[in-house]
């Protein structure tokens, strides 16, 4: 198993940890005839965080681990000489690549420290990404790999939860928590790690 994939299911472990705890706590409360509070219910809410950044993890770093391999047996696409440029590979780098005994690791840490301010965990930015690796309708295939026609849906769904908790706190118009449910957020982290298990041997079988 590749090292981002390894890094994602721990990460994916985290997060239903969280869920397992949240099941033991309303447990207890249960037992004893009270209700959780909302602190309780930011469990819930840390998984979906964990979930989403170890998918932003996985395919930045699963980029990054391929990249050299591409260069060294292809033609790089606009897409890529882009990246490669915004990562700063202009004129001057490369030829400073020229008398480097390992100019391929170089390049792979420049390309990983620009990624380090790129976000994808959006489906569009992934397509994009690996679109500079010769990788077409990169998601779609994905699903169809899978045979699960809303797996996209679904995985931009967790997406939008995350984003939600991360810039409004998840709060409704009067300030309070929004409600959230947890067998649902469980689900949702379920296909997520469907999704990254058939992207990594879409990326592994090319």
């Keep these: 198993m590749s090292r981002p994939k390894t890094q994602f299911d721990n990460t994916l472990a985290r997060a239903t940890d969280l869920l397992d705890i949240f099941d033991q706590r309303e447990a207890d409360f249960a037992m004893h005839g009270v209700d959780l509070i909302d602190a309780d219910r930011d469990l819930v809410r840390a998984s979906m965080l964990l979930s ?12 990054c681990d391929k990249l050299v391999g591409y260069l060294k047996s292809n033609e790089p696409n606009d897409q890529l000489v882009k990246l490669l440029s915004n990562s700063g590979l202009n004129t001057k780098s490369a030829l400073e690549l020229l008398v480097m005994d390992r100019p ?15 976000t994808s965990h959006r489906t569009q930015k992934i397509d994009q990404l690996f679109q500079a690796m010769g990788y077409k309708k990169f998601c779609k295939n994905i699903e169809k790999r899978a045979g699960r026609r809303n ?4 995985v931009s769904r967790l997406v939008d939860l995350r984003n939600d908790i991360a810039h409004t706190a998840h709060l409704n118009s009067r300030g309070l928590p929004k409600a959230i449910d947890r067998d649902d957020v469980h689900s949702l982290v379920q296909d997520l790690s469907i999704f990254v298990a058939y992207a990594d041997h879409e990326i592994e079988d090319k």
Aim: charged share 30%.
């Design 104 to 118: 391929f690791r170089r390049v792979r840490t420049m390309v990983q420290d620009n990624l380090s301010r790129y």
């Design 52 to 63: 989403v950044a170890g998918l932003d993890h996985y395919f930045t770093q699963k980029f």
């Design 151 to 154: 797996l996209l849906k679904r």
